[in-house]
């Protein structure tokens, strides 16, 4: 009897990857389908890659927890207006279109905040807006005020640890939303949000880094949405904080922070010192000014909810549209959902435009986007290459009436697998503004043409098609 040659045991063991992965994503088929076809093209490596970033299981099992103490969270602020979807109608809004600007204005809060500053990022680097920010929120703890910091650990993994001493040495606290460990490249708090007082608060699509303040030669200009906001949106904002300040206590007591940094050892201890939970305090949730002003319902959603809400938000704004869809976006890789409630409207005859940037900081989705909005042009919607530097900001503006800025970008991974949280604004004023502000992006675009499209060199094609099949992963 002839012994099996060692391809054959490399296709065997294959074949089971193949399975166990449509046992393990049978929810969802896209996915599916591109995992199967990767660990195909490149077997065993394949199933690696997908054991580092796919598996769903320890999604569930780790936030499920999450969502249970997060009900518990809802019920102990209930009547202080802090639930989430909920419509506030006294909110005033400031609008930013550089990050210079929205910068400025938060130090500004910040030096003028007389109780509590909690600030969120995904991203805060290491360079010289970075220690502005932790300076300014050391100096504040010193003052006697409460001063929480959540920083993401994917996101702030190149951040050098010793930048963040000054605020603990000065009284702040300090807490990391899930660690860089390989298995959790995704699942990542995407989320940008600061609350000072309980009175104001920050949302939009900008970091903390000096490329956010276009001041990185990589990207030049940096073209951003953010906002400041006064009035009820501002408690659901509050307490999505504790939420996700209060998992990643939980967390901290349980594991090693850093488990790829062993030497920072006494920063470790400091850090897991000031990683409590925050207990239900209705100071933080002063009430509101009973000034008129914008309706606003603050959105989140991520691993941790039952449903997609952001993408559900956007899906209802567009079928509801009548006239106009203006779209910006860093990345355009749309569900199906999402994708086919744009092509009926756009044939439907809504001017429907999507803007992203033509100097993309992740080709991959770049080519991915590409391929969407050219098969979208069919159906009559036009798009635009941003070419004055980079283009981040997430907005969606319809029919000069209702609009929506936050941290969520038109893809797969905003809807699915990141932590998200998107503001749903019913106000022309801000409206026009933000669509103001999209018509003089066009000044500095490229405009698409389906004529151009369909004569684009094949290599391009091919880069368009291996992008989308594995657009569901990215």
Same mark, same amino acid.
């Given at each position: 009897?002839?012994?099996?040659?060692?391809?054959?045991?490399?296709?065997?063991?294959?074949?089971?990857?193949?399975?166990?992965v449509i046992v393990v994503?049978?929810?969802?088929?896209?996915?599916?389908?591109?995992?199967?076809?990767?660990?195909?093209?490149?077997?065993?490596?394949?199933?690696?890659?997908?054991?580092?970033?796919?598996?769903?299981?320890?999604?569930?099992?780790?936030?499920?927890?999450?969502?249970?103490?997060?009900?518990?969270?809802?019920?102990?602020?209930?009547?202080?207006?802090?639930?989430?979807?909920?419509?506030?109608?006294?909110?005033? =809004?400031?609008?930013? +279109?550089?990050?210079?600007?929205?910068?400025?204005?938060?130090?500004?809060?910040?030096?003028?905040?007389?109780? #509590? =500053?909690?600030?969120?990022?995904?991203?805060? @680097?290491?360079?010289?807006?970075?220690?502005?920010?932790?300076?300014?929120?050391?100096?504040?703890?010193?003052?006697?005020?409460?001063?929480?910091?959540?920083?993401?650990?994917?996101?702030? !993994?190149?951040?050098?640890?010793?930048?963040?001493?000054?605020?603990?040495?000065?009284?702040?606290?300090?807490?990391?939303?899930?660690?860089?460990?390989?298995?959790?490249?995704?699942?990542?708090?995407?989320?940008?949000?600061?609350?000072?007082?309980?009175?104001?608060?920050?949302?939009?699509?900008?970091?903390?880094?000096?490329?956010?303040?276009?001041?990185?030669?990589?990207?030049?200009n940096w073209r951003d949405? +953010?906002?400041?906001? #006064?009035?009820?949106?501002?408690?659901?904002?509050? %307490?999505?904080?504790?939420?996700?300040?209060?998992?990643?206590?939980?967390?901290?007591?349980?594991?090693?922070?850093?488990?790829?940094?062993?030497? +920072?050892? @006494?920063?470790?201890?400091?850090?897991?010192?000031?990683?409590?939970?925050?207990?239900?305090?209705?100071?933080?949730?002063?009430?509101?000014?009973?000034?008129?002003?914008?309706?606003? !319902?603050?959105?989140?959603?991520?691993?941790?909810?039952?449903?997609?809400?952001?993408? +559900?938000?956007?899906?209802r704004m567009i079928m509801?549209? @009548?006239?106009?869809?203006?779209?910006?976006?860093?990345?355009?890789?749309?569900?199906?959902?999402?994708?086919?409630?744009?092509?009926?409207?756009?044939?439907?005859?809504?001017?429907?435009?999507?803007?992203?940037?033509?100097?993309?900081?992740?080709?991959?989705?770049?080519?991915?986007?590409?391929?969407?909005?050219?098969?979208?042009?069919?159906?009559?919607?036009?798009?635009?290459?941003?070419?004055?530097?980079? %283009?981040?900001?997430?907005?969606?503006?319809?029919?000069?009436?209702?609009?929506?800025?936050?941290?969520?970008?038109?893809?797969? @991974?905003?809807?699915?697998?990141?932590?998200?949280?998107?503001?749903?604004?019913?106000?022309?004023?801000?409206?026009?503004? %933000?669509?103001?502000?999209?018509?003089?992006?066009?000044?500095?675009?490229?405009?698409?043409?389906?004529?151009?499209?369909?004569?684009?060199?094949?290599?391009?094609?091919?880069?368009?098609? =291996?992008?989308?099949?594995?657009?569901? %992963?990215?």
């Amino acid at each position: 009897m002839s012994i099996p040659s060692p391809m054959f045991f490399v296709t065997a063991i294959n074949i089971i990857f193949i399975i166990f992965v449509i046992v393990v994503q049978r929810r969802n088929t896209a996915a599916t389908w591109a995992w199967v076809v990767g660990i195909a093209l490149v077997p065993i490596a394949g199933f690696i890659v997908y054991m580092i970033i796919g598996q769903d299981s320890r999604k569930q099992k780790v936030f499920l927890k999450k969502s249970e103490e997060d009900d518990k969270l809802l019920t102990a602020y209930q009547g202080l207006g802090a639930n989430e979807g909920e419509t506030t109608n006294n909110n005033r =809004i400031t609008l930013y +279109h550089d990050g210079v600007v929205k910068f400025d204005a938060l130090l500004n809060d910040i030096a003028n905040a007389e109780k #509590t =500053i909690f600030i969120q990022y995904y991203i805060l @680097r290491g360079d010289e807006a970075g220690e502005t920010l932790i300076n300014a929120l050391a100096q504040r703890a010193k003052d006697g005020l409460e001063v929480r910091l959540l920083i993401d650990g994917m996101g702030c !993994s190149a951040t050098p640890k010793d930048m963040y001493q000054p605020l603990l040495d000065a009284g702040g606290k300090l807490a990391l939303f899930l660690p860089p460990v390989p298995v959790r490249i995704n699942f990542r708090n995407h989320r940008k949000i600061a609350v000072i007082d309980g009175t104001v608060a920050y949302l939009g699509g900008s970091n903390i880094g000096m490329e956010y303040l276009g001041r990185k030669e990589r990207f030049g200009n940096w073209r951003d949405t +953010h906002m400041r906001l #006064t009035g009820g949106a501002v408690a659901p904002l509050t %307490l999505r904080f504790i939420m996700d300040w209060n998992f990643s206590a939980e967390k901290a007591r349980t594991r090693s922070l850093f488990p790829k940094f062993p030497k +920072h050892r @006494r920063f470790i201890k400091l850090l897991k010192k000031t990683v409590t939970e925050m207990s239900v305090n209705p100071a933080y949730f002063p009430p509101s000014s009973g000034q008129a002003g914008a309706n606003i !319902s603050i959105v989140s959603s991520g691993p941790d909810t039952v449903y997609p809400y952001v993408l +559900h938000g956007f899906c209802r704004m567009i079928m509801e549209a @009548r006239k106009t869809i203006y779209i910006q976006s860093p990345y355009f890789v749309p569900d199906d959902a999402l994708f086919t409630a744009l092509r009926i409207a756009a044939l439907s005859g809504v001017d429907v435009r999507i803007m992203y940037p033509a100097n993309p900081d992740h080709p991959f989705v770049y080519w991915a986007g590409s391929s969407y909005v050219g098969e979208l042009m069919c159906a009559g919607v036009k798009g635009y290459e941003y070419t004055n530097g980079f %283009l981040h900001s997430k907005t969606i503006m319809i029919d000069s009436k209702v609009c929506s800025v936050g941290t969520a970008n038109m893809d797969v @991974r905003s809807f699915k697998i990141n932590f998200e949280t998107q503001a749903f604004i019913e106000d022309i004023a801000i409206t026009q503004e %933000l669509e103001d502000a999209f018509r003089r992006d066009m000044e500095d675009c490229r405009a698409l043409t389906l004529e151009t499209y369909n004569q684009r060199k094949s290599i391009v094609k091919i880069k368009e098609s =291996i992008s989308r099949l594995f657009s569901p %992963l990215i």
